[in-house]
């Protein structure tokens, strides 16, 4: 089976699919990643080829297509424009994936995949490309749900999707069930979503692998004579938040006045040479974190609430604070709450007083991780990878 995974140029975006891909391989199969050209360099480390899209752009290149950036409505430094924050959620996220991103990414697909011949498509629920090239060929398209709370099923979006449908030759459809044709594989399980976000197209599986790397030593030779704390914001967020607004420096401070051991991921292009912040003497600060692997160990994570990170944090069992910036992460952080696995701070008003006092909330109060340990338990009772590879082959 010769499978293509399609994922926006974000990698973020294209990380969650890295599993699956190796999965696959593993199992005898084909695997390509259709993406943009400024992720070869990540997919080559990973194992992984690319068909690169020429005209997929990540979003610190949207400067060379200024036309373009603004009809998806970003700015030339792929931030979004206040337009698009104000327009109602399904027609943003049409506006944004589901258009011109979509159309251009699609027909770049086809000329990509002549020499690959995919029997199906996975794509990462952001990227309709995959999807309108797969009902374009005439093939599966399983959909893996990366951001289960963000509206990707919402009825505004269907002006923007039919005008790439119809561009593409493809005839236009009355509502959004088109995309849940074909599975949407999610790495949690049902009861993370709310009730209405549950389709009967949901399948559920345990996300496959165990990182085999090896911890960093100086991360690895801190104190362990108090609780480990890790604080990451994620890999967009230094180009989404000005220095000025980051709760970068609050969340140091905060950590510093706790009786813990704290890891501050600063970001992959800061050095901690550079940092002009606190430097709390029990804080180690880090351009990157390896997240997965240290997550187990924890016994809190201090999260901006992006999807990876929230699944990751489950899965090891790990409570969390959430100090939600954009996109899905409100959502995110609420739902959080909701399941009693965490409490959220709104990034405005959390000053390093209201940040220290709810992280000591979440150590000490049992009551956050025994729900983050029993939603462990209902993660590791989804069926596995192997399961899910079957699976697929069963639709081509």
């Not at 409505?73 to 698009?84: H, K, R």
């Not at 180009?239 to 009786?259: D, K, N």
Request: proline share 10%; with cysteine; hydrophobic share 45%.
């Amino acid at each position: 089976m010769r499978v293509l995974l399609t994922s926006l140029t974000v990698y973020s975006h294209m990380l969650p699919m890295v599993p699956l891909a190796r999965a696959l391989q593993s199992a005898g199969h084909q695997v390509a990643v259709a993406t943009g050209p400024a992720l070869a360099d990540d997919l080559d480390g990973l194992g992984l080829p690319i068909l690169p899209l020429p005209r997929a752009l990540s979003p610190t290149e949207m400067a060379s297509d200024p036309a373009f950036a603004r009809n998806i409505g970003l700015g030339l430094d792929g931030v979004p424009l206040p337009e698009l924050n104000m327009m109602e959620p399904g027609a943003a996220i049409g506006r944004l994936f589901a258009g011109l991103t979509a159309m251009r990414a699609a027909e770049d697909m086809l000329a990509a995949v002549s020499g690959f011949g995919p029997d199906l498509v996975v794509r990462e629920c952001t990227e309709f490309g995959g999807y309108l090239l797969a009902d374009k060929i005439g093939v599966p398209c399983v959909t893996l749900d990366a951001s289960p709370l963000v509206p990707i099923r919402h009825p505004g979006l269907l002006p923007r999707l039919n005008e790439s449908r119809v561009t593409l030759g493809l005839s236009p459809v009355n509502d959004t069930s088109a995309l849940t044709r074909d599975p949407w594989v999610s790495w949690l399980p049902e009861s993370w979503y709310p009730a209405e976000l549950r389709t009967a197209a949901h399948r559920y599986y345990r996300a496959p692998g165990e990182p085999t790397e090896t911890l960093d030593p100086g991360i690895a030779g801190l104190p362990a004579d108090q609780p480990f704390v890790l604080a990451t914001l994620g890999s967009l967020t230094g180009h989404m938040v000005s220095p000025e607004t980051s709760p970068l420096p609050r969340i140091v401070e905060a950590l510093g006045t706790l009786p813990c051991t704290a890891v501050v991921a600063l970001g992959r292009d800061a050095d901690p040479a550079d940092w002009n912040g606190p430097r709390p003497g029990n804080v180690h600060l880090a351009s990157f974190v390896q997240q997965r692997l240290l997550l187990p160990a924890c016994d809190l994570f201090l999260t901006h609430a992006g999807f990876g990170g929230v699944r990751e944090a489950l899965t090891a069992g790990v409570p969390m604070v959430a100090l939600p910036l954009y996109a899905d992460q409100p959502a995110n952080a609420q739902r959080l709450a909701e399941l009693g696995v965490g409490v959220v701070l709104r990034p405005d008003e959390a000053d390093a007083t209201a940040l220290a006092a709810e992280c000591r909330q979440v150590l000490h109060d049992s009551m956050y991780r025994l729900a983050a340990r029993g939603y462990q338990r209902r993660i590791l009772s989804l069926p596995g990878t192997d399961r899910l590879v079957a699976d697929l082959t069963t639709l081509v």
